[in-house]
T-cell receptor
Framework: GENVEQHPSTLSVQEGDSAVIKCTYSDSASNYFPWYKQELGKRPQLIIDIRSNVGEKKDQRIAVTLNKTAKHFSLHITETQPEDSAVYFCAASMRGDYKLSFGAGTTVTVRA | DADVTQTPRNRITKTGKRIMLECSQTKGHDRMYWYRQDPGLGLRLIYYSFDVKDINKGEISDGYSVSRQAQAKFSLSLESAIPNQTALYFC??????????FGSGTQLSVL
């Protein structure tokens, strides 16, 4: 099955700075890569996703980039704010599989 | 609002006991999933079901069983609970795409 590795496990940034989380995947057949955000005590929620036919996608202060050759993808958060503090999970899914394999998560803390 | 509801929210049980976690949804989605979350391990798939007559094992199904009673209901059972099954359990649904909608979670402690 698919194996997704995520780094770093914890990330502390100053408010206003950028945060970057990186993930690698093992199966070249994977073609869908979402990112979920889980605030403390809450359920995970999808914040952005990308398919393998594009290299980058942006939504306001967040962006995801994909390198299919290297089999890695990254989440970029710019101008971080206190409400960005949460656990972020990357995931991958193979075409037609409809099952997500998740990374171990990154705890992001934004310092005021 | 259409939602995914899990019961109970918290459960403390003893080793060897049988327990059931329940999930119901009003989203009208066909696909339902059970994941467990452990610190440092992320979310791992236990079982999934794409319709009422379809049950599939995930990556960590040992020690668990499921029942899809209706399109809207998907329950997870631990036949004989053990301490390493202490975790946060999430039910999730999807509508035929990869996008998952998670329930509010059940925190299970096995003593």
């Amino acid at each position: 099955g698919e194996n997704v590795e995520q780094h770093p496990s914890t990330l502390s940034v100053q408010e206003g700075d950028s945060a970057v989380i990186k993930c690698t995947y093992s199966d070249s057949a994977s073609n869908y890569f979402p990112w979920y955000k889980q605030e403390l005590g809450k359920r995970p929620q999808l914040i952005i996703d990308i398919r393998s036919n594009v290299g980058e996608k942006k939504d306001q202060r967040i962006a995801v980039t994909l390198n299919k050759t290297a089999k890695h993808f990254s989440l970029h958060i710019t101008e971080t704010q206190p409400e960005d503090s949460a656990v972020y999970f990357c995931a991958a899914s193979m075409r037609g599989d409809y099952k997500l394999s998740f990374g171990a998560g990154t705890t992001v803390t934004v310092r005021a | 609002d259409a939602d995914v509801t899990q019961t109970p929210r918290n459960r403390i049980t003893k080793t060897g006991k049988r327990i059931m976690l329940e999930c119901s949804q009003t989203k009208g989605h066909d696909r339902m999933y059970w994941y467990r979350q452990d610190p440092g391990l992320g979310l791992r798939l236990i079982y999934y079901s794409f319709d009422v007559k379809d049950i599939n094992k995930g990556e960590i199904s040992d020690g668990y069983s499921v029942s899809r009673q209706a399109q809207a209901k998907f329950s997870l059972s631990l036949e004989s609970a053990i301490p390493n099954q202490t975790a946060l359990y999430f039910c999730a649904t999807s509508a035929g795409t990869e996008k998952l909608f998670f329930g509010s979670g059940t925190q299970l402690s096995v003593l």
